[in-house]
C-alpha cells in the first residue's frame, strides 16, 4: 500500500513557477514507478509527466516539454515537479500517482494508487 499527498498547488500568474510535491508512505517507494496527472474541469485526466523507480528515465506530455521536470528522492520519499513558465492552459487539479512498475508509464490505468490532487491556477 502507497499513500500519496500532493501540496505546492496555488495561483500564480502567467510566466511563473510552481514546485509540486508528492510525499509517499510506506518503505517500498523506491520502488514505484511515479506520475503526475492533470485534470482540467469538465475534462479527463491527462498524462503530464512520469518517472522510472531510480529516476533514470523521464517522460513528458509535448504541452510540458521543457517547461516542467520532474524529480524524486527516494531518501524522502517525495516526487517533485518543477513547473515553469506556467501558462494558463496548466489550470488544473494535479495529481500524483504510483504504478507498481520501474518503467515510467503514461496512462491512467497503470497506476494504483492516487492522491488526492492539488490545484494550480495560472491566471493571464
Known amino acids: 500500500q502507497v499513500q500519496l499527498v500532493e501540496s505546492g498547488g496555488g495561483l500564480v500568474q502567467a510566466g511563473g513557477s510552481l514546485r509540486l510535491s508528492c510525499a509517499a508512505s510506506?518503505?517500498?517507494?523506491?520502488?514505484?514507478?511515479m506520475g503526475w496527472f492533470r485534470q482540467a474541469p469538465g475534462k479527463e485526466r491527462d498524462f503530464v509527466s512520469a518517472?522510472?523507480?531510480?529516476?533514470?528515465?523521464?517522460v513528458y506530455a509535448d504541452s510540458v516539454k521543457g517547461r516542467f521536470t520532474i524529480s524524486r528522492d527516494n531518501a524522502k520519499n517525495t516526487v517533485y515537479l518543477q513547473m515553469n513558465s506556467l501558462k494558463p492552459e496548466d489550470t488544473a487539479v494535479y495529481y500524483c500517482?504510483?504504478?507498481?512498475?520501474?518503467?515510467?508509464?503514461?496512462?491512467?490505468?497503470?497506476?494504483?494508487?492516487w492522491g488526492q490532487g492539488t490545484q494550480v491556477t495560472v491566471s493571464s
Open positions: 510506506g518503505r517500498t517507494f523506491s520502488k514505484y514507478a
Open positions: 500517482a504510483a504504478a507498481g512498475t520501474r518503467l515510467a508509464l503514461t496512462t491512467t490505468r497503470n497506476y494504483g494508487y
Open positions: 518517472i522510472s523507480w531510480s529516476g533514470v528515465s523521464t
